[in-house]
């Protein structure tokens, strides 16, 4: 660090102590998921800023050699006493120098997982602990829960059995077969390991409990249960008679701790079956809440529910933010939770009391059979939106004529205009936001100096379609509704390039060449290998379209499982035959809320789309994944859009000061860290998400 940022730091911190009742906060270190230990994403190092920002240039790049085709790179890095930790695609774990990129070690857990075990899914970041000269290395890939060596990249075989815990297990139900894996990491509070977990979407999902580990031996310490069991505060808010058979509710967005307090604050998601549901009658806490747990015990000490009975897939996305805001003369230490809806949520961190009145709206009602929709939504007064929230007339994409009437045509019997409307069993609806957003797990970024949240957000509209159960004629169509139908759709045809059709594949695949791919996963696709050998064995003859998919009764009285009676057709942007989005631009956007007063100070499209620039149409933005990074010399760095670019922003007025290309789209939320004196601002570029696939850690800094 240079002299000029230890004193500009020093007084940061000292600044900070006179009103900050937690601890105080460095915000030169990027040690934590979301860099300082408050998870704000901003950084005190000020060598780059705005007058010398556009003279950054590539330092180093790191190629992991291993991706593929669909593969990403979700991964935040963290810099350690001067290593840099990250993921590749297939989830090796490596430590880098982090002035000059070079390879300290790389671990491939499959090492010691064996090859039934080569799914592993995204993954956006590890987490690190130390006690003397113990230095750990925590990480997931699939359903194991690892320890490494932070110096050497050594499993730690005295962790859990033989270096490996099994997340599937100690989850307090009878059945440990689930599709489960962790792709936010985990918060360390003292000797624990508090994590969440991604789940199924179907009702084959395990309950989304939320578990603390001991770091040294791998055991268990305490479970917080999300779907509550019987006698526990919330039960009455789920049907008793299928409560058991319900998933979900799981937090897959990553946490917060205040360390301070000794509270964890984890947003959760919804229940399953996402769209209709029949067999979940209620409210159904804790999903979609910001639970606030004593991150020693795992005891509830206040909740919030943002949705009731969600029918929508409206998650709580990202992190929350800690912050300390200026409200009526008083200084406030206030989470804040960004949503998919477009809405922040700002609660006192002890009590849970909202920030800005919260009111409890009527919405509209389900018509879908078997459905009981709640008839309120708790809509916060303030801060503000941090985009449109409802799509109307006005908001039917017009840039071209053609693109209009194919839009429009596609809507000739949608429900639109109205942000509460629920699936409907015989028109679809227009989703707005859509299903990434909103707000999405790249989280937003806060400045403790000027007390202003920066937020990245995707707002274009989606389809949801309902079919009912009752027209399924064999178990292959059931089977794979249940499994695959939601990204694959029940035509099919899937959502290329993100999403490949599955018409075809006997000319892709055996019998044997598919068992082996739905056992082990591939990319993002998951691994089914907790699906039993009859469902599995059905399946592939359903896809290979042969002509006896199975007798679903024979099934059905086998399995004794729940299938939902209506199902979601798949997940569906609106767009046009060319894939423009179905709403007027801007589809990408970037805000700046100023948390004392609740109000928007500046909000610009963001990303670009080089086609329509050429067709006259500017400033559109772009579908955006990824975070931002704010710092004290003046500069929001953000990558995350689809058009492969980093970019930095003047933090006050939202003015561009420079970009650069990226060798693949930096789907991903940059680290910001010093060493040897020098600034760094490191990007991993994977790609994915409908643009090519990356396997490159990008760093850039100031010239010597």
């Avoid at 090796?92 to 997982?113: K, S, Y």
């Avoid at 230095?135 to 499993?155: C, D, Q």
């Avoid at 710092?631 to 939202?654: M, N, P, Q, S």
Wanted: aromatic share 10%; hydrophobic share 35%.
């Amino acid at each position: 660090m240079t002299s000029s940022n230890s004193l500009i730091a020093a007084a940061c911190l000292l600044a900070f102590s006179c009103v900050e009742k937690t601890s105080e906060i460095d915000y030169t270190d990027w040690s934590h998921y979301g860099g300082p230990v408050d998870g704000s994403r901003y950084s005190a190092l000020t060598q780059i800023n705005k007058e010398n920002v556009a003279q950054l240039e590539v330092a180093w790049t790191y190629h992991t050699g291993d991706a593929t085709e669909r593969s990403q790179i979700q991964c935040q890095p963290i810099v350690v006493n001067g290593l840099l930790y990250a993921t590749t695609p297939k989830l090796n774990v490596f430590a880098l120098d982090a002035a000059t990129g070079e390879e300290v070690w790389r671990f491939d857990p499959f090492q010691i997982l064996g090859g039934e075990n080569s799914w592993a899914g995204t993954n956006r970041g590890v987490s690190y602990w130390e006690e003397g000269e113990d230095k750990r290395i925590l990480f997931t890939a699939g359903n194991w829960l690892m320890a490494v060596n932070a110096l050497t990249g050594e499993p730690i075989l005295s962790f859990g059995d033989q270096g490996k815990v099994d997340l599937r297990k100690d989850l307090d139900t009878d059945l440990e077969d689930f599709l489960l894996t962790s792709n936010s990491p985990g918060v360390v509070f003292e000797d624990k390991l508090i994590l969440g977990m991604r789940l199924s979407e179907g009702l084959d999902a395990a309950p989304g409990h939320i578990r603390a580990y001991n770091i040294k031996t791998g055991k268990r310490e305490w479970i917080f249960h999300t779907i509550p069991q019987e006698g526990q505060a919330g039960y009455e808010t789920w049907d008793p008679k299928h409560i058991r058979q319900i998933g979900g509710a799981n937090n897959w967005a990553g946490m917060t701790v205040d360390y301070a307090r000794g509270i964890v604050y984890v947003p959760t998601g919804s229940a399953t079956y996402d769209f209709w549901g029949g067999y979940r009658t209620g409210d159904n806490l804790y999903a979609n809440s910001l639970l606030a747990l004593d991150a020693r015990t795992g005891k509830r000490i206040w909740h919030f529910q943002a949705i009731h009975h969600d029918v929508w897939d409206r998650d709580f996305p990202a992190n929350p933010n800690l912050i300390r805001i200026q409200k009526d003369g008083k200084w406030i230490d206030a989470v804040a939770q960004i949503s998919k809806q477009g809405m922040t949520y700002v609660f006192d961190r002890e009590s849970g009391e909202p920030i800005w009145p919260i009111i409890e709206t009527p919405v509209t009602q389900s018509v879908m059979p078997g459905e009981v929709s709640s008839k309120t939504q708790p809509i916060p007064s303030l801060p503000e939106p941090f985009m449109n929230m409802v799509y109307g007339e006005k908001d039917i994409l017009n840039l071209t004529p053609e693109w209009e009437k194919d839009i429009r045509n596609q809507l000739a019997n949608g429900i639109i205009g109205d942000t509460w409307a629920p699936p409907h069993p015989e028109q679809p609806i227009v989703l707005f936001p859509g299903m990434d957003g909103g707000g999405e797990w790249g989280g937003a970024s806060f400045d403790p100096e000027t007390q202003t949240m920066y937020i990245n957000a995707n707002q274009i509209p989606w389809l949801i379609t309902m079919t009912p159960n009752a027209n399924f004629d064999n178990a292959g169509l059931s089977i794979y509704t249940n499994y695959c139908g939601n990204c694959h759709g029940l035509d099919r045809k899937g959502n290329p390039p993100a999403l490949p059709s599955l018409l075809g594949l006997k000319d892709k695949y055996t019998t044997d060449s598919l068992d082996q791919l739905l056992r082990k996963g591939r990319g993002a696709m998951p691994a089914f290998s907790h699906i039993s050998k009859e469902e599995r064995g059905i399946l592939i003859d359903y896809l290979l379209g042969k002509a006896d998919a199975g007798d679903k009764k024979e099934l059905e009285a086998e399995s004794a499982k729940l299938y939902p009676r209506y199902y979601m057709k798949g997940y569906q942007r609106l767009t046009t035959k060319e894939g423009i989005y179905g709403s007027n631009p801007p589809w990408g956007l970037l805000t700046a809320i100023d948390m004392n007063t609740g109000l928007k100070k500046w909000q610009i499209p963001l990303g670009s789309i080089d086609s329509l620039k050429t067709m006259g149409f500017e400033n559109t933005g772009i579908e955006n994944y990824g975070g931002p990074v704010a710092t004290a010399g003046g500069v929001l760095f953000i990558a995350a859009t689809k058009d492969e670019k980093v970019r930095a922003f003047d933090k006050e007025t939202g003015k561009l000061l420079w970009e650069a290309q990226l060798p693949a789209a930096g789907h991903a939320t940059p680290a910001v860290y010093e060493k040897n004196g020098k600034q760094y601002l490191v990007i991993a570029c994977g790609g994915g998400k409908g643009t090519k696939s990356g396997d490159a850690y990008v760093a850039f800094a100031l010239p010597d």
